[in-house]
């Protein structure tokens, strides 16, 4: 349950105490949005009546889902939408080069599973919102999803301002590239 603090700080504030939490928390990228993006909604339905969904029959079930995260969390007023750049200076192989019947590992596969790792910092990141009264809204009403549910996460990273989606179709920022992992947090915080 929400509990409103008098005399609450403005959006602007917010969103800065928001990112700066993010930054010390270890996220690389932060930035904030509204709940849903009609244009991101219609081209993923576009792209879905394609057939651009190839195997993964979850990407077409439901659809609805994805029009705007206030469906599937309606305290939702707005997205944090966070990056971790998973770059290294190591190839896509562990200790030597793959033979000719063997494939190269993508570097986002190798260490550890970025799905839980990511989700623990989304955790850590949640309850500082939680237990920070200067957000002037102290809630535990927050979810979090690191590629785990309907939430088209690179449209609301794009409209957050953290990076653009480029012709890889991958989003890309000018420091880090490419090489990103993306989550979000979806806030009854106004930001």
């Known amino acids: 349950m929400a509990e ?3 005399d609450p700080p403005n959006s602007a504030t917010r969103s800065g105490l928001v990112k700066a939490h993010a930054r010390e928390i270890g996220f690389d990228l932060c930035g904030v ?6 244009v991101a909604f219609a081209r993923y ?11 993964m029959a979850w990407l077409q079930e439901r659809p609805e889902l994805r029009s705007d995260v206030r469906v599937v969390h309606p305290a939702a007023r707005s997205v944090v939408a966070l990056g971790v750049s998973y770059a290294t200076d190591t190839p896509g192989y562990l200790e030597q ?10 570097r986002y596969a190798m260490g550890r599973d970025y799905h839980a790792h990511i989700r623990k910092m989304l955790v850590r990141l949640v309850r500082r919102f939680q237990d920070d009264p200067a957000l002037g ?6 979810r979090v ?3 785990t549910g309907p939430v088209l996460e690179k449209a609301f990273a794009q409209a957050a301002g953290i990076g653009w989606v480029g012709k890889n179709t991958l989003l890309i920022d000018r420091g880090l ?13 106004d930001l």
Not at 33 to 38: A, E, I
Not at 45 to 55: H, I, K, L, P, S
Not at 137 to 142: C, F, G, K, N, P
């Open 137 to 142: 809204y102290r809630s535990v009403e927050h």
């Open 4 to 6: 409103p603090v008098t």
């Open 97 to 106: 080069p793959p033979s000719a019947d063997e494939g190269w590992i993508a």
């Open 145 to 147: 999803f690191v590629d």
């Open 33 to 38: 949005t509204g709940p849903q993006l009609p």
């Open 177 to 189: 590239g490419s090489w990103v992992f993306l989550a979000v947090v979806l806030t009854p915080l």
């Open 45 to 55: 339905r576009e792209a879905m009546e394609a057939g651009y969904g190839a195997d």
